[in-house]
């Protein structure tokens, strides 16, 4: 089955720090630009970071950007997610997924391959 496992969520004070880990499973990630997704309870998904292939580039949405930082390790067949000075508002349920080619667009349309996600809590 092709999907992907994310790990690494939890409860945390505000201004904490989680790594959020993504493994593929049953395909290899190096062809795929990987992108990190969350979604609150009653709200709709919405896309947070995308790191292209070669992980090279990388982009963030406003939200999140100076905060978190994508990273990837295509030897481990895993894409990470390193989040710091979280916010309530960062609360969710965490996935990744993986799109054929790198944009700043985080249309669902575009990827694939997702799996059942990890929460993430933030509260005091």
């Known amino acids: 089955q092709l999907q992907f496992v994310e790990s690494g969520g939890g409860l945390v004070k505000p201004g904490g720090s989680l790594r959020l880990s993504c493994a593929a499973s049953?395909?290899?990630?190096?062809?795929?630009?990987i992108g990190w997704f969350r979604q609150a309870p009653a709200k709709e998904r919405e896309g947070v970071a995308q790191?292209?292939?070669?992980?090279?580039?990388?982009n963030y949405v406003d939200s999140v950007r100076g905060r978190f930082t994508i990273s990837r390790d295509n030897a481990k067949n895993t894409v990470y997610l390193q989040l710091n000075s979280l916010k309530p508002e960062d609360t969710g349920l965490y996935f990744c997924?993986?799109?054929?080619?790198?944009?700043?667009?985080?249309?669902?349309?575009?990827?694939?391959?997702w799996g059942q996600g990890t929460q993430v809590t933030v509260s005091s």
């Open positions: 049953g395909f290899s990630v190096d062809a795929y630009t």
């Open positions: 997924s993986a799109a054929s080619h790198y944009s700043d667009n985080y249309g669902l349309s575009r990827f694939k391959y």
């Open positions: 790191i292209n292939s070669g992980g090279i580039f990388a």
